[in-house]
């Protein structure tokens, strides 16, 4: 399994114009197959802050994902709301230490 963590930092006034791409977002990626878990998380300290949660059953199913429409249609948008890059860490799931 793999865990990716997608940090935004969105401009203000785009705010909800980002709210709802991400509602699409949201639906397209959690109806995929390979998909866990999908979830965006606002940041308590900063309004305008956010994290996508996402874990994929294997790296087949995150390379599915990054090629959907729907994602797609999110990258390509992605500067009209975003105040900055996104910056994504992927991690694996398997226990380090037991």
Excluded: C
């Excluded at 059953?57 to 994602?71: I, L, S």
């Excluded at 797609?72 to 996104?86: C, D, G, I, R």
């Amino acid at each position: 399994m793999f865990v990716i963590h997608a940090n935004m930092v969105v401009k203000p006034e785009q705010k909800e114009n980002f709210l709802e791409q991400m509602k699409l977002l949201m639906q397209g990626s959690q109806a995929e197959e390979g998909n866990i878990r999908y979830t965006l998380m606002q940041d308590i300290n900063d309004p305008n802050a956010f994290t996508m949660v996402e874990e994929w059953k294997d790296e087949e199913a995150m390379k599915f994902h990054n090629a959907t429409e729907h994602f797609q249609n999110f990258v390509a948008s992605a500067p009209e709301f975003l105040a900055a890059p996104m910056q994504a860490k992927v991690f694996s799931a398997d226990q380090i230490n037991k």
